[in-house]
């Protein structure tokens, strides 16, 4: 049952948020710049999973006391913004990948080894996990820490999906969304050889086109606080790409998000009123991301597996609250831009060009309260304006202009057979 609810790719990430949660450590005991030589690798393939990390490793205390315990032991020391919360990832991985694994890490001060042969260990009494001789110190020590897992006679299911290209590419795309920001902050991960790069979330802003900026808090009576940052924008047209992005101390929970959960389609249930449209592609230029960060992990709106929001949160509800009020400009002027766009066409359309030719700006540099803003339609001019002409005649008739008139398609006959009868007026 520990292994069943969870998929293979979340319970690779899991082990990824271990090793963050390491440099966050370092960042609690004022190691500088904890994510700047931080280094993550992971390599796998049908016979064995590893994963070594330099973010400083974990003490025997740690181990005994949490690591190796199933859930989170009252009174057990937390790592301040932590992403590993719920004391299960680790060995809810393990137990997942195959049947032995062996765990090793090492701290400036201390080092230990569990070396586990999972068939046998069911067999005994207890769930007690035997202390094992640490071996080699070429890749992690106590003048190198660091933590470092292996995992081999893999479950036959988990050795056939780790040989497939299809798993590799899934992996790297998780670790690109969900770990984007501490990849831009320069921890180094790579998977089977292939260094994973940053991918920022990208918003237009000019002086005429700004996004909004919106700043809450909770729990300010009773610390840890959670600090919450709201951001809403307009970026390239990119349906895959559009939606809320929701990020729990630094781990995207959520990536472009278009479900009732996250207000697309949100109904007024007494009135039956539609308060949000649901999402189509007249919206694809839409972003909303959406930031909670406290030192207590528990207080922020995740779910256990790191997939989806809290709902019943009562942090969650207030915040989605003003997402909804800070959504709502944004899908105005995105209708604005829909009907400039059906009346002038899209190689005419003033708003359009407008937009297409704003910069980018990385979502990280907005760090001040601001109210959405963007031009109406007219307050932007792009040469003379033009208006669509549509009619319909019998195809007979058109396919013999388009034949006459030596043109080929039917909308290249409306535009000539209009620019005809005009010159023919104006001559008159």
Excluded at 247 to 275: F, H, K, Q, Y
Excluded at 355 to 360: F, G, L, M, N, T
């Amino acid at each position: 049952m520990l292994v069943r609810d969870i998929p293979l790719e979340q319970a690779v990430l899991d082990l990824v948020d271990n090793c963050i949660d390491g440099a966050k450590r370092l960042a609690s005991q004022n190691v500088p710049v904890p994510f700047e030589n931080g280094k993550v690798t992971i390599d796998f393939d049908a016979d064995h999973f590893r994963i070594w990390d330099n973010c400083g490793g974990f003490g025997i205390d740690t181990a005994r006391d949490y690591a190796f315990r199933f859930g989170r032991p009252a009174g057990a020391t937390a790592t301040p913004h932590s992403i590993g919360q719920f004391g299960v990832g680790m060995k809810r991985a393990l137990f997942k990948f195959g049947r032995n694994f062996r765990v090793r890490s090492a701290t400036t001060t201390e080092e230990w080894a569990v070396d586990v042969d999972v068939p046998e260990w069911e067999q005994e009494a207890g769930w007690n996990f035997p202390w094992a001789a640490f071996g080699d110190r070429d890749t992690i020590s106590t003048s190198a820490p660091g933590t470092e897992i292996v995992v081999t006679i893999l479950r036959p299911e988990v050795a056939a999906k780790f040989a497939t290209s299809n798993f590799y590419n899934a992996i790297v795309g998780l670790i690109k969304s969900k770990h984007r920001q501490f990849i831009s902050d320069g921890l180094e991960v790579r998977v089977n050889g292939t260094r994973i790069d940053a991918t920022n979330l990208l918003l237009l802003l000019n002086n005429d086109l700004k996004p909004g900026v919106d700043f809450m808090s909770f729990f300010d009576d009773k610390p840890p606080k959670v600090d919450v940052k709201i951001i809403v924008g307009v970026g390239a047209s990119l349906p895959r790409e559009a939606g809320w992005y929701v990020i729990c101390n630094g781990r995207v929970v959520l990536e472009a998000d278009r479900r009732p959960n996250t207000g697309w389609g949100l109904m007024e249930e007494e009135v039956s009123r539609i308060v949000m449209p649901s999402f189509h592609n007249q919206f694809a230029r839409f972003r909303g991301i959406v930031s909670f960060d406290c030192a207590d992990s528990s207080r922020v709106p995740w779910n256990t597996t790191k997939t989806d929001v809290d709902q019943d949160s009562p942090v969650w509800r207030q915040t989605f609250e003003r997402m909804m009020e800070m959504m709502r400009p944004v899908i105005t002027f995105l209708n604005e831009l829909d009907k400039d766009i059906d009346e002038n066409t899209r190689e005419n359309s003033p708003l359009l060009d407008f937009v297409s030719k704003a910069p980018s700006q990385p979502t990280t540099t907005l760090t001040q309260r601001a109210t959405f803003s963007a031009p109406a339609r007219g307050a932007v001019t792009k040469g003379p304006k033009y208006i669509k002409v549509q009619y319909s005649r019998l195809q007979e008739d058109v396919e013999f202009l388009q034949d006459e008139l030596n043109l080929g398609s039917a909308k290249a006959v409306g535009e000539r057979t209009f620019d005809i009868v005009l010159s023919r007026q104006r001559d008159e």
